[in-house]
């Protein structure tokens, strides 16, 4: 009897290139991440590539202008 082979998803998950891990989240996720400016904090939001995208003044600030943009917030600590 042939045996039937099957890609799993686990399999695709295995496959996934260096470009493509890179690219993942790119278009969903926002890092957000306190940063100094001008010898006080702010808080930057950063795409999934680390391209900084914006500053905004404070962490709920940040959040709320991620979520605006169709993007998820996920803090970096």
Do not use: C
Not at 24 to 48: H, R
Not at 49 to 76: C, K, S
Request: proline share 3%; hydrophobic share 50%.
């Amino acid at each position: 009897m042939a045996k039937i082979e099957t890609k799993t998803e686990t399999d695709s998950v295995r496959a996934i290139s260096r470009q493509q891990l890179a690219a993942l989240g790119l278009n969903n996720l926002a890092y957000v991440k306190d940063v100094e400016v001008d010898g006080g904090t702010a808080f930057a939001i950063f795409a999934a590539n680390g391209q900084q995208l914006a500053i905004m003044p404070d962490r709920e600030a940040a959040v709320a202008a991620a979520w605006e943009n169709g993007l998820a917030p996920v803090t970096v600590h």
